[in-house]
């Protein structure tokens, strides 16, 4: 069965964008029912830094479960600060409908084997809730809508974990249940990692229910092969979604169009940074 991916611009009405994404890949009417709550585990490393999904992306992302008894927007703590403190990034958007969740705050948890450890994970992340995985666009190869998934875990120093990384992912996804929608926010491109990454404006969404298969894209259109991410390797091991390009429907906009526009974006900063180191030392 060949997984679907929507590439759509992201316009000023995110909603109308999400439409469009829906009507490429087909709806979200299944995942959107008045006896499934929903959580959104946003990504966010770091409040102060700006890489995260953007207010209107989530709001809209929110907007698509309008059935939905609840909706949880999630976080744990990490060694930056608290889940809390994160997600005051979206607090326009809480509402009785709408509530932030402190994953590391929560006593009601499920002990689960993650990369040979037994963990306790919140209750809420299980079925029969939806799960939706929202990360930014970066060039990263570890990934990003899968990455994701590390902040699930509640202790906020996650570190020796990234010496597993790949099992550590996986397992917390076979575990949850799986991804019941990905969204990958591009309104920005994240070129490396704070405090020293670039931003640059991009403006389009990836959207999919294969999480596998979203962060292939994002992957191929930052310049990474997914085939050498081991991350994406290691998932179709497992069977738990599609890495292979040429199993991939791309639908919407084009792959090769965007990948040559972000590859000139990518060569216009890395020469705007050169030129300012050089002014940086003759000063």
Request: with cysteine.
């Amino acid at each position: 069965m060949v997984s679907k991916v929507a590439i759509v611009e992201l316009g000023p009405d995110c909603r109308q964008s999400f439409n469009q994404a829906f009507s490429l890949i087909g709806n979200v009417n299944d995942l959107n029912t008045a006896d499934r709550p929903v959580v959104i585990k946003v990504g966010v490393f770091d409040h102060t830094a700006g890489h995260h999904a953007t207010v209107s992306v989530v709001e809209a992302i929110t907007n698509c479960f309008d059935k939905a008894p609840q909706i949880f927007l999630t976080e744990s703590d990490n060694y930056r600060g608290t889940g809390s403190e994160r997600l005051q990034i979206w607090k326009t958007l809480f509402t009785e409908q709408v509530k932030p969740f402190n994953l590391s705050q929560d006593t009601d948890t499920k002990r689960v084997k993650i990369a040979d450890e037994t963990i306790g994970l919140s209750h809420i992340l299980f079925k029969p809730n939806v799960f939706v995985s929202t990360h930014i666009l970066r060039v990263y190869e570890k990934g990003s809508i899968l990455k994701n998934l590390l902040g699930l875990i509640p202790e906020s120093k996650k570190v020796r974990f990234h010496k597993k990384l790949e099992a550590t992912l996986l397992d917390l996804y076979e575990a949850i249940g799986g991804i019941d929608l990905a969204v990958m926010d591009c309104t920005y491109l994240i070129s490396g990692v704070a405090p020293n990454s670039g931003k640059i404006k991009t403006d389009f969404l990836i959207v999919g229910r294969d999480a596998v298969a979203v962060e292939a894209i994002g992957a191929t259109l930052v310049g990474s092969d997914p085939e050498k991410m081991p991350i994406i390797q290691e998932a179709m091991k497992r069977d738990l979604g599609e890495g292979d390009l040429k199993k991939i429907e791309v639908l919407g906009m084009s792959v090769e169009a965007l990948r040559e526009k972000i590859s000139f974006l990518l060569k216009d900063l890395k020469k705007k940074r050169k030129t300012l180191r050089a002014k940086k030392k003759q000063s």
